[in-house]
């Protein structure tokens, strides 16, 4: 027997995913263990682990939850400048920056933009290496 509920009403996009990934982490699915019937993962998750790689049951769904919300924070900073922003600003005044030795600080930051950027959410501006926030 199935039981559905519906919990909430009048969601975004990102935030029914970011519920639909919570009740998945917390309550696990029918395949790893847990109680929920879900065949399809959250977008951007995937079903395939590397061997030799153990993958403990709802990580992947707090790195999606952790995803939006830097995605979230990097959109807000955008659109709070119109003259748009730079990797180096949002991983400056965000937090992102990385201590590692290597040579790539900003990793993080660059890959929300260009995530942003392919969702059609943040563009290229035209005058150097600011990214824009685009009208929704």
Known sequence: MV??????DGLS????????????S??????TGGILTNKVLPSGLSTKVRRR???PSGVKEKAQI???LLKEAVLELA???????????????LGLRSHYGG?????LSYSVIGLLM?????ERSKKGKRHLARAE
Request: with cysteine; glycine share 10%; charged share 25%.
């Open 66 to 68: 952790g995803l939006a």
């Open 26 to 31: 917390a309550f696990g699915t029918l395949e």
């Open 103 to 107: 040579g790539s600080k900003d990793s």
């Open 13 to 24: 996009e990102s935030e029914a995913i970011r519920i639909e990934a919570e009740l998945i």
């Open 79 to 93: 659109k709070a400048n119109p003259e748009g922003i730079t990797n180096a600003d949002a991983a400056s005044v």
């Open 53 to 55: 790689v153990t993958l």
């Open 118 to 122: 392919g969702e059609g959410k943040l």
């Open 3 to 8: 039981l559905e509920c519906r919990l909430v």
